[in-house]
């Protein structure tokens, strides 16, 4: 886990000496220009095992330090070069010759231009970037050439959220020449996709929960039979009524159909058929566990803390969906900016990220009305505590920080501190 990190003369001016917080939360504050999303940048970029940004940044230093006291050290030498814990040395010949292999098992992809690759098998457009974060995740051997070490499972959530690119089809063969940025990056609406995300992640729960019911209910007359143990009235209505409860849930989020069962009359002449009866509904409902928690947690806080005159339901046909106080539906387009910028933060942080993730978010506070802003972070530690993750924020907004000041690592302090030294 990562403890700190040091950072001297990035961009050839500031030294940082950033202590993360041992409650899971912490805040990176300190005026434009001082760095906030670039520390953001470097943790994610060490975590990708992205080699030519630390090539282009400007730098003398970066130390990370775990908490076995481990260190991962990279050191600027000349204008390229980049020293990897005083052993391997990166620079943008090593970086394309390690890229050339890659490609090798990768027959398909064309070089177009200087920045701009084909895939001949679907006709789309890459820039080296995209290229890298598409094929890299897929050659660990060669990643490790590179000579950054991996220190964590990083998720990062930009400024851009509502927009996401996706390649784009060319013109007609023999065109490619005539590409311009603008003419090859299409974007597509977020929202929209998570929505038909979630909407598939139900269907594969649904899915297994069959599968799971059919294996049970095959060979329940066999196990009744065999049953040796039983179960004590008071251990059967504990358990019978959590089932309800998660009965009682799914049919609330229209996740199923079946209606909640009435509580059988528990007699002691029964208590081995009840044995089996109560350990097969228990399986049968715990594929939904994990899925239920994240759908509490991510309804609860917009309908009950954020949508005033707006309320947000599961569907297994639509994944999420919106409508009015009245009841009338809504476009997930004819949410605001601030609204959706919610929806998608809150479905990466609950649908997106795995437990054990160091998360990533920079300006959580665009487009959010001031009052969602000050229950931010509320909202973040329940998520941590579910979850199980840890995060990094970078941030102007003193209402996001709210009361929780102590979270807070100032740059322009640490700046200060430094120059007095």
Same mark, same amino acid.
């Given at each position: 886990m990562l403890t700190s990190i040091r950072i001297e003369k990035l961009f050839d001016i500031f030294d940082y000496d950033i202590e993360f917080k041992k409650e899971g939360i912490t805040i990176l504050t300190g005026p434009n220009g001082y760095?906030?999303?670039?520390?953001?940048?470097?943790?994610?970029?060490?975590?990708?095992?992205?080699?030519?940004?630390?090539?282009?940044?400007?730098?003398?230093?970066?130390?990370?330090? *775990? =908490?076995?006291?481990?260190?991962? #050290? %990279?050191? @600027?030498?000349?204008?390229?070069?980049?020293?990897?814990?005083?052993?391997?040395?990166?620079?943008?010949?090593?970086?394309?010759?390690?890229?050339?292999?890659?490609?090798?098992?990768?027959?398909?992809?064309?070089?177009?231009?200087?920045?701009?690759?084909?895939?001949?098998?679907?006709?789309?457009?890459?820039?080296t970037e995209t290229l890298?974060?598409?094929?890299?995740?897929?050659?660990?051997?060669?990643l490790r050439k590179i000579g950054l070490p991996k220190f964590a499972d990083v998720?990062?959530?930009?400024?851009?959220?509502?927009?996401?690119?996706?390649?784009?089809?060319?013109?007609?063969?023999?065109?490619?020449?005539?590409?311009?940025?603008?003419?090859?990056?299409?974007?597509?609406?977020?929202?929209?996709?998570?929505?038909?995300? *979630? =909407?598939?992640?139900?269907?594969? #729960? %649904?899915? @297994?929960?069959?599968?799971?019911?059919?294996?049970l209910d095959s060979s329940f007359p066999r196990r009744l039979f065999d049953q040796q143990l039983d179960i004590y009235e008071e251990e059967f209505n504990l358990r019978f009524n959590k089932v309800k409860e998660i009965q009682k849930a799914l049919s609330e989020y229209g996740l199923s159909d079946i209606k909640e069962d009435s509580h059988p009359t528990y007699k002691k002449e029964n208590a081995k058929a009840l044995y089996v009866y109560i350990n097969d509904a228990e399986k049968k409902l715990a594929v939904f566990s994990e899925l239920l928690d994240k759908l509490k947690t991510f309804t609860g806080i917009l309908n009950e803390r954020r949508f005033t005159f707006k309320r947000i339901d599961i569907s297994k046909k639509d994944g999420f969906k919106f409508s009015t106080n009245q009841g009338?539906? *809504?476009?997930?387009?004819?949410?605001?900016?601030?609204?959706?910028?919610?929806?998608?933060?809150?479905?990466?942080?609950?649908?997106?990220?795995?437990?054990?993730?160091?998360?990533?978010?920079?300006?959580?506070?665009?487009?959010?009305?001031v009052v969602w802003q000050k229950q931010f972070l509320d909202d973040l530690f329940k998520i941590i505590e579910l979850q199980k993750i840890n995060i990094v924020v970078a941030t102007h907004s003193p209402q996001i920080i709210n009361n929780y000041w102590d979270l807070t690592v100032d740059l322009e302090e640490l700046r200060d501190a430094a120059l007095s030294k």
């Open positions: 760095g906030k999303t670039t520390v953001l940048k470097i943790l994610d970029a060490l975590a990708t095992q992205n080699g030519p940004f630390f090539i282009g940044l400007l730098f003398k230093k970066i130390i990370l330090v *775990l =908490s076995d006291r481990n260190e991962i #050290t %990279l050191e @600027k030498e000349g204008n390229n070069d980049v020293l990897i814990n005083k052993s391997t040395r990166l620079n943008k010949k090593s970086f394309n010759h390690i890229l050339q292999n890659i490609l090798k098992d990768e027959p398909f992809l064309d070089h177009v231009s200087e920045n701009r690759w084909i895939d001949r098998r679907t006709e789309n457009i890459y820039n890298l974060q598409k094929l890299l995740p897929n050659f660990t051997s060669e998720y990062f959530i930009r400024e851009q959220r509502l927009l996401r690119p996706i390649p784009a089809r060319p013109k007609p063969r023999g065109m490619l020449s005539r590409y311009s940025d603008q003419e090859i990056d299409n974007f597509s609406n977020t929202i929209e996709e998570y929505a038909k995300e *979630l =909407s598939e992640n139900i269907k594969e #729960t %649904l899915a @297994k929960s069959s599968q799971i019911t059919q294996e009338k539906p *809504l476009a997930l387009s004819e949410l605001s900016s601030g609204e959706q910028q919610e929806v998608v933060l809150l479905y990466e942080l609950l649908f997106k990220v795995k437990p054990g993730t160091l998360v990533l978010i920079d300006e959580p506070e665009l487009s959010l009305h």
